[in-house]
Structure formats: structure tokens, C-alpha cells
């Protein structure tokens, strides 16, 4: 298994407050992806990180801002949690290289959620 | 309006039976994706296509790429207890962009 961790696994928070979660990899892969997991819209991206400091926005990028500080760290900062927020969060990471050998690597997700 | 949409949704079927998940869009693609997902934890990556009209197995499973490079379609033959959990499809972008379909959960009935 890929060397994947993400932190906190789970969090209960409220309403407007800030939320951060962490990423960490041990696999040096360069590419970093934060999705979230919704029933009957399978997995969305959110933001992506294609090096130390280079951060792209996603297809649901709105209410969410990034990290990367260091190749194995990559953060997901909710600013102000709405109730809309609450999910499962998935972290992945790939090496790029084109076609078959551009796979992704899941950690094992942070459940979310805002009351 | 998700760019990559799976049939069927939900799916429950007896052991030994077999099975095809579709997998489509407007869209082209570089690379289309299959990982399976079990509860709790995060998808884990079957098979890559990305030739059109590619064809891979693996064992007991089928992927085919669609000409186009829009569609593709995962058979599996005489599904087994362990085969039951989410099957996701993702279509990878330009820019290292993937976009995953919205998930089949299949169930095999011992």
C-alpha cells in the first residue's frame, strides 16, 4: 500500500468555524489531490498540487483553500464550515507520467461533519 | 451536471452470475480509470485504458475503452462474494485532472 495517512480521520465541528486537514505522504509522488465523496456524485475534486507550492482549484474549489509547504504535506483548509461542507474527504497522490502509468493512490478518508 | 455518469446505480446479483457496468460521457478522454472502493476506506485502482477500443482483463474482469475514447464498460463473469463493493470510474483531463463517474455498488449474494 502506498504510504498514504490523512489527519484527523474524523471531526464533528460547527457551523463557521475554520477546519484544517492533513495530507502526508511518504512516497515523494508529486502530484497531491484533495476530493470529496458525496452520495450519487461519486468523488469531485477540490484542489490539486503539482509541487511544493503549485496549487490548481478543482471542479468544487468554493469554500476551500490549500497547502503545500513541503512535498509530503498537503492541507485542506475549510475557512468557514458550512453544513454543505459535511463528507467524506479523500487525499490521493500521483506520479505523473502520461497514460497507463498515471495512477492515483487513496488514503483512507476523513469524515466531516458540520453541524 | 456530472461529466462522466455510471449504469446502473445499484446493483445486487447471486454468485456465479455475470454483470456489465457502463461508464459514459460527451467528453474525450486521455485515460479512463476503474478502482473499486470498500467501505471505509478509499478507491483502489483496477485497471488504466488508454488506447480506444483497448481491451484489458483481469482474471475474472473485463474493461473495454470505448473507440471514442468517451465510454468504457467493466465485465465481470461469475461474480464471486468478493467481488461486492463501489466501482468507480475517472477520466483524466489535460492537466493531470481527474473526473470520476458517480459509483455503482454492486452486491453479490452468496
Known sequence: ?115 | TQLLEQSPQFLSIQEGENLTVYCNSSSVFSSLQWYRQEPGEGPVLLVTVVTGGEVKKLKRLTFQFGDARKDSSLHITAAQPGDTGLYLCAGEKAGNQFYFGTGTSLTVIP
Open chain 1, 1 to 115: 500500500d502506498a504510504g498514504i495517512t490523512q489527519s484527523p480521520r474524523h471531526k464533528v465541528t460547527e457551523t463557521g468555524t475554520p477546519v484544517t486537514l492533513r495530507c502526508h505522504q511518504t512516497e515523494n509522488h508529486r502530484y497531491m489531490y484533495w476530493y470529496r465523496q458525496d452520495p450519487g456524485h461519486g468523488l469531485r475534486l477540490i484542489h490539486y498540487s503539482y509541487g511544493v507550492k503549485d496549487t490548481d482549484k478543482g471542479e468544487v474549489s468554493d469554500g476551500y483553500s490549500v497547502s503545500r509547504s513541503k512535498t509530503e504535506d498537503f492541507l485542506l483548509t475549510l475557512e468557514s464550515a458550512t453544513s454543505s461542507q459535511t463528507s467524506v474527504y479523500f487525499c490521493a497522490i500521483s506520479e505523473k507520467e502520461t497514460g497507463a502509468n498515471n495512477e492515483q493512490f487513496f488514503g483512507p478518508g476523513t469524515r466531516l461533519t458540520v453541524l
